[in-house]
């Protein structure tokens, strides 16, 4: 049963450990039966110049919150390493276990993120359900690709893991806001809350309505999937 929607917006800092235990206080402060989304590499940033110790820190970070994934589900993006690549993978925690990963397709040019890592495979973005209830996942960047939209389509709630500059906090807003509006779905919107970051987290309707607040570490809102059958039969543009 999915009850509620939270997402999470703070700040990463060097500390790995710290950035951990934040983001286990924050889990542990969302009622149960919650999607719970955080920024986009919460726990490590980018740390270009720490890749593998951030990969390591990843691995011993699954464990520990896969432990508070009980009846709650937990959506975030880590650095992993394969061979010699290292990606930006989503992971969702469920019960104690991984439901489904897949990592960051589109890299974002102005960063340097396609120095660093390496493209995950497009095939990985698709819909998966929790409890009978479609969810979907853009990581960041991959927000402004219509063709990720198109394969998406008919999930009931779609998360977005950001680290979303705040030059174009409008974009961010803008986009999270259309995307609700064209899925007749809900969007948790979960970016940093780092100086330099956008905020704008928050959960928008699928009548487009915007639960957002920059000055919160945590937004919570009730979700009910009578909402989406009401609009999807109010407006019926053929999504089931």
């Known amino acids: 049963m999915i009850s509620n929607l939270c997402a999470l917006q703070f700040d990463t800092t060097p500390d790995f450990e710290a950035n951990l235990q934040k983001l286990i206080t924050l889990v542990e402060s969302c009622p149960k039966d919650s999607i719970i989304v955080a920024p986009e590499l919460c726990l490590s940033g980018y740390s270009y110049e720490h890749m593998q110790k951030a990969a390591e820190f990843s691995q011993h970070a699954k464990k520990e919150i896969k432990a508070h994934s009980q009846n709650k589900t937990i959506i975030l993006t880590m650095i992993v390493q394969d061979g010699d690549h290292f990606y930006n993978t989503a ?130 809102q009730s979700f009910d999937i009578k909402e989406i059958k009401k609009m999807r039969r109010y407006m019926d543009v053929g999504l089931k």
């Open 91 to 220: 992971f969702v925690f469920h019960n104690n276990h991984t439901i489904h990963k897949q990592s960051k397709h589109e890299l974002f040019v102005l960063n340097d993120e396609r120095k660093f890592f390496t493209s995950g495979k497009e095939s990985k973005i698709k819909i998966f359900e929790v409890n009978g209830i479609k969810i979907a996942i853009l990581i960041c960047f991959e927000l402004r690709f219509i063709d990720l939209w198109k394969k998406i389509q008919g999930a009931d709630i779609i998360a977005i893991p950001a680290m979303w500059g705040s030059l174009r906090k409008d974009h961010f807003e803008s986009l999270t806001k259309s995307l609700a509006i064209i899925n007749q779905c809900f969007v948790i919107a979960s970016d940093s809350a780092n100086e330099d970051c956008a905020k704008g987290s928050g959960i928008i309707t699928p009548f487009g309505i915007e639960n957002r607040d920059d000055k919160k570490e945590r937004i919570i």
